[in-house]
């Protein structure tokens, strides 16, 4: 509830939500005694969209699948800019969300942030698509830090959000060049390949651009101390969000001394123990504003293929399923999260930022009837084969988790029941970004 926590009925008609309190009789009733009732969440950090040359494991269809059994109702996905146009790519993204079940809408990844290019974002502004990506680490990102400057500058004007991947071009390549030098390619060397620095010192170059141009910025998979600390003063100065990611809150760098360490290859990579403390500290104290999974999972087999160094190993797991039950049962039931908080960041701060809120992230009337009935007390051990994501593996495989999704309903419909997906293809909607006040 937008007041907290409470014992209340909620009617729904028409896909929205129309009272909560005192409800009537109804023709469908879910009797949620002893489970929490929560909005559905709200994931802005999503890689379901194809490119000209890459379709991902998990697709619109299978990543929903995932998203809808774990609670999380409406994704945001990355598409990318083509041919210099960022419609294209907009475009592309709309066609293969056509499969979705969750509702779904974008950021737009700029890789050429030309005068053509920042035209375009009022149009796509009033067409509801209110989010830009820019890669730090990018050497484009080097090459045009006067247009990427001006790329801000056009959001700003505009009201749209740039979400950013601050990793330091310069030091990830001389570090990565240091190692093959010397022959210490293999994954186990993958973290000092992108070391904590490099997040440094793009998260205040970041938030030092923020602040020149005025555009809001939404600070991605954060993973270090130093680097929150660095946020935490930045929010200060220049509008400022930042977003930790699963994998940093429950793994560190000891996955790097297993042999299949690479299953764990993600950007940047995992950090020490010390770095996880503080990220549950800053996504309880407010530095962080949001968990979002970064969900681009691949096979174990292309993880693990032979011959590869750590700079070929594809990154990215998969988290979508996962995202809701792990943070409730690490976070609020050990104690570091309240449940207010919890959804706070997995559903009403993302919805504010990408300009969703009050449609979604709250239950409320007039909201949309995006709800999840959580059993508190489910226990589960994560098994990939007894999830929905294409991929064979989870990176929490055999994990105890207690709480998890018993029933979760889209715009009023049940999408999923009691481990059975009820959605189809096709049931999700594109949801229109408004810019961000």
């Given at each position: ?9 909620i009617?729904?008609?028409g896909?929205?939500?129309a ?14 005694r002893?489970?929490?009732v929560?909005?559905?969440c ?6 379901l969209?194809s490119t000209?040359?890459?379709?991902p ?6 990543g929903?699948?995932a ?14 800019q ?5 419609r294209?790519g907009?475009?592309?993204g709309?066609?293969?969300a056509e499969r979705?079940?969750a509702d779904?809408?974008?950021h737009v990844v700029v890789t ?5 290019a920042r035209?375009?974002i009022p149009?796509l502004m ?6 830009l990506?820019v890669?730090?680490?990018?050497p484009?990102?080097v090459?045009?830090?006067d ?5 801000l ?8 959000v740039i ?6 071009h310069?030091?990830v ?5 240091e190692?093959?030098?010397?022959g210490r390619?293999?994954v186990?060397?993958?973290?000092e ?13 970041a938030i030092?651009l923020?602040?020149t141009?005025e555009a809001t910025?939404?600070?991605v ?10 946020v935490?003063?930045g ?6 969000f ?5 994998l940093y809150?429950?793994l560190?760098r000891a ?8 299953l764990?290859?993600g950007q940047p ?8 403390d503080?990220?549950w500290?800053?996504?309880?104290d ?8 970064d969900?681009?999972p ?7 293929a032979?011959?590869?160094?750590f700079?070929q ?12 039950p ?11 999260l ?6 706070e960041?997995?559903?009403t ?5 990408a300009?969703m ?11 949309d ?10 226990r ?10 294409a991929c064979?593996y989870?990176p929490?495989?055999?994990?105890d ?14 999408a999923?029941?009691?481990?059975i997906?009820?959605a189809?293809?096709?049931r999700g909607?594109f ?5 961000l006040k």
């Amino acid at each position: 509830m937008p007041d907290g926590v409470r014992q209340v009925d909620i009617g729904v008609e028409g896909g929205r939500i129309a009272a909560v309190g005192e409800v009537g009789r109804a023709k469908l009733e879910i009797d949620a005694r002893g489970k929490l009732v929560l909005p559905g969440c709200v994931d802005l950090h999503t890689h379901l969209a194809s490119t000209p040359t890459f379709t991902p494991l998990d697709d619109f269809e299978h990543g929903t699948r995932a998203a809808i059994a774990g609670g999380v109702t409406t994704v945001v996905s990355m598409v990318y800019q083509e041919d210099g146009s960022l419609r294209r790519g907009i475009e592309r993204g709309l066609r293969d969300a056509e499969r979705s079940l969750a509702d779904f809408a974008f950021h737009v990844v700029v890789t050429d942030p030309s005068g053509t290019a920042r035209a375009e974002i009022p149009a796509l502004m009033r067409d509801g698509h209110a989010g830009l990506k820019v890669f730090m680490v990018s050497p484009r990102f080097v090459e045009r830090r006067d247009d990427y400057r001006l790329l801000l500058r056009a959001a700003s004007e505009a009201g749209a959000v740039i979400a950013i991947h601050a990793e330091d071009h310069a030091i990830v390549a001389t570090r990565t060049a240091e190692l093959h030098a010397s022959g210490r390619t293999g994954v186990e060397h993958f973290p000092e390949s992108r070391p904590v620095e490099a997040e440094v010192k793009a998260v205040a170059e970041a938030i030092d651009l923020a602040a020149t141009t005025e555009a809001t910025i939404y600070l991605v998979h954060l993973s270090s101390r130093q680097a929150l600390e660095t946020v935490r003063e930045g929010k200060r100065r220049a509008r400022v969000f930042g977003e930790t990611r699963p994998l940093y809150l429950y793994l560190t760098r000891a996955q790097f001394d297993r042999p299949d360490a690479a299953l764990w290859v993600g950007q940047p990579p995992l950090r020490e123990a010390d770095d996880v403390d503080a990220v549950w500290s800053a996504l309880s104290d407010g530095t962080l504003d949001t968990v979002g999974t970064d969900h681009i999972p691949h096979t174990r087999a292309a993880k693990l293929a032979a011959g590869l160094s750590f700079d070929q190993v594809p990154p990215g797991v998969s988290n979508l399923e996962t995202l809701l039950p792990m943070l409730y049962s690490e976070g609020v039931r050990k104690g570091r999260l309240t449940l207010a908080r919890m959804v706070e960041v997995l559903a009403t701060a993302p919805a504010r930022i990408a300009g969703m809120f009050p449609r979604k992230g709250v239950l409320a009337a007039g909201s949309d009837a995006d709800v999840v009935i959580f059993d508190p007390e489910m226990r589960r051990t994560i098994r990939a084969g007894e999830l929905h994501s294409a991929c064979d593996y989870d990176p929490y495989e055999g994990w105890d988790v207690t709480g998890w999704p018993e029933l979760v309903l889209l715009r009023g419909e049940v999408a999923f029941e009691r481990g059975i997906t009820r959605a189809k293809p096709g049931r999700g909607r594109f949801v229109p970004r408004s810019a961000l006040k």
